[in-house]
């Protein structure tokens, strides 16, 4: 399978606020993280939800995570990539197979991971938006933008458990992950307070399979014009994910079934084309999801790596 990243210019606004101090008090000199919110204001319209949105597809192309360090760590361990002799030190510990649990690239994984689940939390547990209230038109957006959320939440959750948790063949008892669905004290540079103790690994994957199954439930009724730009995810990546999930289960039947979905979702490239099509920068075809990046995520890459995001999982 053809591998690639795809860099797609982000447009990056700064808007800066001018205030007048005109008195002093004790909230002026509270600390506030830049994310913090509530949700009885914060999450009121189409807009909003859009915007709560970009913010959880803004955590995944972080270089914590899908903008580089996931993508990288496997290709490292596995000597698919390795690390020039000028790199600072960044990710030497996966290339040299002795990281602990100490490491700063691996809390950074981590830490980052769950920070694309606290977003992605605070725009599924946002009640303030009516749904009944709204256009037939934004009622498929709420739809869409919902599902890709909890699609989102998956993702994350699914690429910790690669992480972080053993694999299936171990037993389905072992430990698995947290499996965060609410709001939970995002510390990027800290910790992060779990409300919930880890899953057995058998719980955590039927809770990600929920996920994704919801995700799908409510593309049904979402945006199909949205659902077409492989920046987003859409029902091809999700049926592709889930494929995946159950082949990791070795549940065999249920990967032919959401394999068959994707596949009648995306276009293949035909025999005469095979060898062109990997020497196109920009693929048109047999692409589920793409992460969306501009110069600044560009710059922190480690190596150049083309390679198709999803088979990362």
């Given amino acids: 399978m053809k591998k690639q990243i795809r860099y797609n210019g982000i447009a990056l606004l700064v808007v800066l606020f001018g205030f007048t101090i005109v008195s002093c008090n004790k909230d002026f000199l509270q600390d506030r993280s830049p994310d913090s919110g ?10 909003g939800m859009r915007n709560a949105l970009n913010g959880v597809y803004s955590s995944v192309s972080n270089h914590w995570t899908f903008g580089c360090n996931a993508l990288a760590i496997p290709d490292l361990i596995a000597d698919n990539a390795f690390i020039s002799q000028q ?8 290339y040299g197979l002795s990281w602990t649990k100490g490491d700063q690239d691996i809390k950074e994984l981590w830490l980052g991971l769950y920070n694309t689940v606290a977003r992605a939390n605070f725009m599924i547990n946002s009640k303030t938006l009516d749904r ?10 709420y739809d869409q933008y919902l599902g890709e959320a909890y699609a989102l939440r998956a993702m994350a959750h699914f690429a910790l458990t690669d992480f972080f948790a ?6 389905q008892n072992t430990p698995g992950i947290p499996y965060e669905t609410k709001l939970v004290d995002s510390k990027p540079s800290k910790s992060i307070h779990f409300s919930s103790r880890r899953l057995s690994l058998d719980s955590t994957y039927k809770a990600i399979a929920n996920d994704f199954k919801t995700a799908l439930k409510l593309f049904k009724n979402g945006d199909e014009n949205r659902q077409k730009q492989k920046v987003y995810l ?29 596949m009648r979702l995306v276009e293949m490239v035909g025999k005469d084309d095979y060898v062109s099509y990997w ?3 920009n693929a048109d075809v047999e692409t589920v999801f793409e992460i969306a990046q501009n110069n600044t995520d560009q710059s922190v890459l480690v190596y150049v790596v083309t390679r198709r995001f999803i088979t990362s999982l």
């Fill in 38 to 47: 509530t949700l009885n204001n914060t999450i009121a319209s189409i807009k």
């Fill in 87 to 94: 790199n600072s030190g960044w990710l030497d510990s996966f």
């Fill in 132 to 141: 009944n209230t709204l256009s037939d038109a934004d009622k498929k957006l």
């Fill in 166 to 171: 053993a694999s299936p063949k171990t037993g």
């Fill in 234 to 262: 859409g029902p091809a990546a999700v049926n592709l994910l889930l494929s995946r999930l159950y082949l990791y289960n070795q549940q065999y039947s249920e990967v032919a079934t959401y394999a068959d979905k994707a």
């Fill in 279 to 281: 020497q196109k920068e």
